[in-house]
T-cell receptor
Framework: RKEVEQDPGPFNVPEGATVAFNCTYS??????FFWYRQDCRKEPKLLMS???SGNEDGRFTAQLNRASQYISLLIRDSKLSDSATYLC???????????FGKGTRLHILP | SQTIHQWPATLVQPVGSPLSLECTVE??????LYWYRQAAGRGLQLLFY??????ISSEVPQNLSASRPQDRQFILSSKKLLLSDSGFYLC??????????????FGNGTRLTVT
C-alpha cells in the first residue's frame, strides 16, 4: 500500500460548484496532515493544515478521520483561480519525514 | 520573518557532469531541511532530510548525496549526473522540536535538465 494515496483526477468542475478530494495514508502513527496547492511549474504552497476536529478557511474545509486514516478537502463555490494540483501531505510516523501524495489535478471550467 | 533561498532556478547539464544545488534559510535556527525531486508529470519524491548539522537521512538509493555543513545550509550533490536525474528539485524547511503541525516551506525550486 502506498504511504499516501490520492485520486489523480483530473477533476473538471464548472465554476461555482463544490468539489471534494480524498486522501488515505498508511501509517497509523502519522501526526501531521496538510493540504498543499501546486500551480504548473511552481513550488507547492500550503493551503491549510488539517486538525482532528476539522477546520475551515473561507471556502475550504479540511477533515481528518484517524480511525479510517483518511483526510479530505472540500472546496465550495469554486473559482477559476482554484485550478491547480492539490497535494495531500502526511508526516510518516513520529519522525520528521514528510511524504506527499501524487496530487489531484483540478480544472475549473468557465 | 523566515525566507528560503534556492539556486540556480534552471540548470542544463550534460550526462556525467557533477551537480551542486544549494539552499539556505534565514530567520530561523535549527530548522529541519528537506530535498525533494519532482519528475515531469509526477509527484514529489523525498530524497533527503536533515534534523541538524551533519545529520542526513536518505530516502532513496541513487547517485545523489546531501550535506548540511551549516545550520541553515543544505546542499544536494552528484558526482555524475544521469538522464534520469532530470526534474524539478525543491528545498524546504520546517520548524523542528516536535512541533507536529508545522508545515513545510519551499524554495522556488531548480529545474534541472540533463542532456
Amino acid at each position: 500500500r502506498k504511504e499516501v494515496e490520492q485520486d489523480p483526477g483530473p477533476f473538471n468542475v464548472p465554476e461555482g460548484a463544490t468539489v471534494a478530494f480524498n486522501c488515505t495514508y498508511s501509517n497509523s502513527a502519522s501526526q501531521s496532515f496538510f493540504w498543499y496547492r501546486q500551480d504548473c511549474r511552481k513550488e507547492p504552497k500550503l493551503l491549510m493544515s488539517v486538525y482532528s476536529s476539522g477546520n475551515e478557511d473561507g471556502r475550504f474545509t479540511a477533515q481528518l478521520n484517524r480511525a479510517s486514516q483518511y483526510i479530505s478537502l472540500l472546496i465550495r463555490d469554486s473559482k477559476l483561480s482554484d485550478s491547480a494540483t492539490y497535494l495531500c501531505v502526511v508526516n510518516r510516523g513520529r519522525d520528521d519525514k514528510i511524504i506527499f501524495g501524487k496530487g489531484t489535478r483540478l480544472h475549473i471550467l468557465p | 520573518s523566515q525566507t528560503i533561498h534556492q539556486w540556480p532556478a534552471t540548470l542544463v547539464q550534460p550526462v556525467g557532469s557533477p551537480l551542486s544545488l544549494e539552499c539556505t534559510v534565514e530567520g530561523t535556527s535549527n530548522p529541519n531541511l528537506y530535498w525533494y525531486r519532482q519528475a515531469a508529470g509526477r509527484g514529489l519524491q523525498l530524497l533527503f532530510y536533515s534534523v541538524g548539522i551533519g545529520q542526513i537521512s536518505s530516502e532513496v538509493p541513487q547517485n545523489l548525496s546531501a550535506s548540511r555543513p551549516q545550520d541553515r545550509q543544505f546542499i544536494l550533490s552528484s558526482k555524475k549526473l544521469l538522464l534520469s536525474d532530470s526534474g524539478f528539485y525543491l528545498c524546504a524547511w520546517r520548524r523542528s522540536g516536535g512541533v507536529y503541525n508545522s508545515p513545510l516551506h519551499f524554495g522556488n525550486g531548480t529545474r534541472l535538465t540533463v542532456t
